[in-house]
Each structure stands twice: as C-alpha cells, then as structure tokens.
C-alpha cells in the first residue's frame, strides 16, 4: 500500500466520487418520481384539453392568451 499510494489516493476518491453521485441521484429521483404529489381538494382538480380537428390534432397546446382568458373567465364549473 505504501508503494502504491496514488494508486490507492486515486481508487479512495473515485469510490467518493461514485457514492456521493449515487446518493445524490437517488435522493433527486426520490424526491421528484417516487413520493406522491400532495394535492389538496384533489376532487377539485381538472383536467382541459382542446382539439383541433382542422389540423388533425386531438390535443393541441393553449396558448398564453387562452391560458389567461380561461383564468379570468371561469368562475365556478358544475358537473
């Protein structure tokens, strides 16, 4: 070991390196895709889409203005 110590210097800090990275990507995963989403009043929840039948799409993007005019607009929905 004494007459190899880069050798064992260079294999410490890649072990380091490996499980330092491993744990921080576990902990992003977990966090992001494994714990579920905490929504309150999740019965109130929707879902809105739009489609375009002109242009052959069942799902087309809003655009902001949309966005915005479906936000000032919408004041209660009944089912």
């Known amino acids: 070991m004494a ?3 880069a050798l064992w210097i260079t294999v410490a800090f890649t072990l380091a390196l ?9 902990s992003v ?3 992001v895709l494994l714990r579920p989403l905490t929504n309150r009043d999740e019965d109130r929840l929707l ?3 739009q489609s375009a ?6 799902n087309a993007n809003f655009s902001i203005p ?5 936000g000032t607009g919408l004041k209660t929905i009944k089912s």
């Open 3 to 5: 007459r190899a110590r």
């Open 66 to 70: 949309e966005i915005q005019d479906i």
């Open 29 to 31: 995963v977990r966090a």
């Open 47 to 49: 879902y809105i889409r």
């Open 18 to 26: 490996g499980i330092g990275a491993n744990a921080a990507i576990f």
């Open 53 to 58: 039948p002109g242009i052959g799409e069942d």
